[in-house]
T-cell receptor, first 115, second 117 residues
Framework: DAKTTQPNSMESNEEEPVHLPCNHS???????IHWYRQLPSQGPEYVIH???SNVNNRMASLAIAEDRKSSTLILHRATLRDAAVYYC????????????????FGKGTHLIIQP | EAQVTQNPRYLITVTGKKLTVTCSQN?????MSWYRQDPGLGLRQIYY???????DKGDVPEGYKVSRKEKRNFPLILESPSPNQTSLYFC????????????????FGEGSRLTVL
């Protein structure tokens, strides 16, 4: 399985942008980069995903390096509600192993937002 | 409101007493899955279902059963629970496809915390 490396934790201030890094140096050409987050006492929540181009949605932006060996999830204006564990996951849509969704959740980055 | 609903949310039981955790989704999703989350181990997939009457093992299926008789429901059955099945369980579903495969955009339930004494 292609693996990702994320910092264990990060701190940011409310109403400031947050850049959450993810390294995936062994990414394959068919791996999509997915981001999920898990708020306290809740199930994981889909945030965004992309393949090569940068992606934007209502929750966040995903910036993907040109060589695809790293990516950054950008929260443009953090709120206290964004405090969560953020997971960066590589997923091959042709995955045929132990799970059809092909999502392997690691330990993620614990994002702390200071008021 | 689109959602995945799990019941019960909290349960304390004893070893060997059969239990079922229900999961229901109202989004007409084909794909459903069960995960367990344990400290230091992250989320691990137990079983998944690509559609009605189609189920398959995930990474940690031992001690669990599932069924998919209807599209909206995917119950997790513990025939004889043991203390090592004490965990936080999540059900998830997806209906979004890229051609023949799912996109990986999962909707998760709020979780069911199970304690087996």
């Amino acid at each position: 399985d292609a693996k990702t490396t994320q910092p264990n934790s990060m701190e940011s201030n409310e109403e400031e942008p947050v850049h959450l890094p993810c390294n995936h140096s062994t990414i394959s050409g068919t791996d999509y980069i997915h981001w999920y987050r898990q708020l306290p006492s809740q199930g994981p929540e889909y945030v965004i995903h992309g393949l090569t181009s940068n992606v934007n949605n209502r929750m966040a932006s995903l910036a993907i390096a040109e060589d695809r060996k790293s990516s950054t999830l950008i929260l443009h204006r953090a709120t206290l509600r964004d405090a969560a564990v953020y997971y960066c996951i590589l997923r091959d849509p042709l995955y045929s192993g132990g799970g059809a969704d092909g999502l392997t959740f690691g330990k993620g980055t614990h994002l702390i937002i200071q008021p | 409101e689109a959602q995945v609903t799990q019941n019960p949310r909290y349960l304390i039981t004893v070893t060997g007493k059969k239990l079922t955790v229900t999961c229901s989704q109202n989004m007409n999703h084909e794909y459903m899955s069960w995960y367990r989350q344990d400290p230091g181990l992250g989320l691990r997939q137990i079983y998944y279902s690509m559609n009605v009457e189609v189920t398959d093992k995930g990474d940690v299926p031992e001690g669990y059963k599932v069924s998919r008789k209807e599209k909206r429901n995917f119950p997790l059955i513990l025939e004889s629970p043991s203390p090592n099945q004490t965990s936080l369980y999540f059900c998830a579903s997806s209906g979004k496809r890229q051609g023949a495969t799912f996109t990986g955009e999962l909707f998760f339930g709020e979780g069911s915390r199970l304690t087996v004494l």
